[in-house]
């Protein structure tokens, strides 16, 4: 059973139409997973679906996205979110992964499918390396239906961990990495680490 209830109809009789599900949080969290479990789903209830991520994320497949788990989904990686809507025909559900990547119109362009009656399911970094916000992940929160944020486990304590701890000296906003270059920390671990800094 999924873990949200979509009414069939409203209570005006009206079928329910598009919507935005966000899930987010650190790295090594199963965002990545989450996402190809739901839109596996989708298709096992024959459900149109469609995949994208940006171009720019390659490191496990340039073509599938790959949890680090390695369950993996056939995508297409675009340059920019306006791709996504002139590769959108006749979809029931759009899967978007690593939407951190991609400028503030990815916004634009989730309403724009939501108002178009598409369940639009996003997954992507809430914070950058810093714990600052990161691209239009806090905006997509805003404006969705449904927000789940996963957590890792804080690799120094052992506790619930929400910051991507960069380990390299790069300052870099994007630097595209795995365990060799992130590390992931709760608030007490990520606040120490930055106040030796």
């Not at 916004?107 to 997954?123: P, W």
């Not at 905006?139 to 380990?167: D, F, P, Q």
Request: hydrophobic content about 35%; proline content about 5%.
């Amino acid at each position: 059973m999924d873990r949200y209830f979509f009414p069939e109809t409203s209570r005006n009789g009206v079928s329910p139409r598009g919507w935005i599900e966000v899930i987010c949080g650190s790295m090594f969290s199963g965002k990545t997973e989450e996402l190809i479990r739901r839109l596996n789903r989708a298709r096992i209830a024959r459900q149109r679906v469609e995949i994208f991520k940006p171009m720019i994320d390659t490191r496990y497949s340039a073509e599938d996205v790959v949890s680090h788990d390695s369950k993996a989904i056939r995508c297409t990686p675009v340059p920019s979110p306006g791709n996504i809507l002139l590769m959108t025909g006749d979809v029931d559900v759009i899967g978007i992964d690593e939407a951190q990547f991609f400028d503030m119109s990815l916004v634009d362009v989730c309403n724009s499918l939501a108002n178009q009656g598409v369940r639009v399911i996003v997954a992507g970094l809430d914070m950058d390396y810093l714990g600052k916000p990161f691209g239009p992940l806090p905006a997509l929160m805003a404006t969705s239906e449904h927000v789940t944020k996963v957590h890792a486990i804080c690799i120094r304590c052992g506790n619930l961990a929400l910051y991507s701890h960069r380990t390299t000296d790069s300052s870099q906003l994007v630097v595209l990495g795995e365990t060799d270059s992130y590390e992931p920390l709760c608030r007490s671990c990520f606040n120490q680490e930055h106040a030796n800094k």
